[in-house]
Antibody, heavy 117, light 107 residues
Framework: QLVDSGGDLVQPGGSLRLSCAAS????????MSWVRQVPGKGLEWVSG????????YHADSVKGRFTISRDNSKGTLFLQMNSLRAEDTAVYYC????????????WGQGTLVTVSS | EIVLTQSPATLSLSPGERATLSCRAS??????LAWYQQRPGQAPRLLIY???NRASGIPARFSGSGSGTDFTLTISSLEPEDFAIYYC?????????FGGGTKVEIK
């Protein structure tokens, strides 16, 4: 099970930290990602991190502003979002990556981030 | 960046009918493609991975095919719970991208 939290209303230029608490599987064995969705629109992959945390990947749209990290001892995934823009407004999902191929076989319920003044 | 184009945008069908959804990649991606279903108010659910493998717990009426640039998701006989939005996603390289989605609606 994945439980997303941390979404809020924030002003443009502000910061926010999302969390995703994992349970029911060995968190440290799996890569993880964040995927976002503007309400009523499609899915956009945002960031990914390897099982051990040593490798991270970000979409160009968030590179330099967002940082993905994880605490394997606590089974928690994070997304630090800085310099937020209106176009970052979306529901953010954490997603567990399959062991064999980079597809998402479990998703959190999503947390809404709204960037507005 | 690999662009995935899904068609049609909307498919209007009746329960029991066959649904055929298309996903076309802007370059060859071998069989590195997945399909997801998203019902209103819910997170996406993995249906098919590596183009043709059903994920755990997915009914046999869902099947995937294709390789290279052209992929198809087929629902052999639509059940009421299958009316939803379907997305494809590739894993061929970074960045991962999703298609724009196909909405399967009740006719």
């Amino acid at each position: 099970q994945l439980v997303d939290s941390g979404g809020d209303l924030v002003q443009p230029g502000g910061s926010l930290r999302l969390s995703c608490a994992a349970s029911g599987f060995t968190f440290s064995d799996f890569a993880m990602s964040w995927v976002r969705q503007v309400p009523g629109k499609g899915l956009e992959w945002v960031s990914g991190i390897s099982a051990g945390g040593g490798s991270t990947y970000h979409a160009d749209s968030v590179k330099g502003r967002f940082t993905i990290s994880r605490d394997n001892s606590k089974g928690t995934l994070f997304l630090q979002m800085n310099s937020l823009r209106a176009e970052d407004t979306a529901v953010y999902y954490c997603a567990k990556v399959r062991r064999d191929w980079y597809y998402f076989d479990d998703w959190g319920q999503g947390t809404l981030v709204t960037v507005s003044s | 960046e690999i662009v995935l184009t899904q068609s049609p945008a909307t498919l209007s069908l009746s329960p029991g009918e066959r649904a055929t959804l298309s996903c076309r990649a802007s370059q060859s991606i071998s069989n590195s493609l997945a399909w997801y279903q998203q019902r209103p108010g819910q997170a996406p659910r993995l249906l098919i991975y590596e183009a043709s493998n059903r994920a755990s717990g997915i009914p046999a009426r869902f099947s995937g095919s294709g390789s290279g640039t052209d992929f198809t998701l087929t629902i052999s006989s639509l059940e009421p719970e299958d009316f939803a939005i379907y997305y494809c996603q590739h894993r061929f390289n970074w960045p991962l991208t999703f298609g724009g989605g196909t909405k399967v609606e009740i006719k």
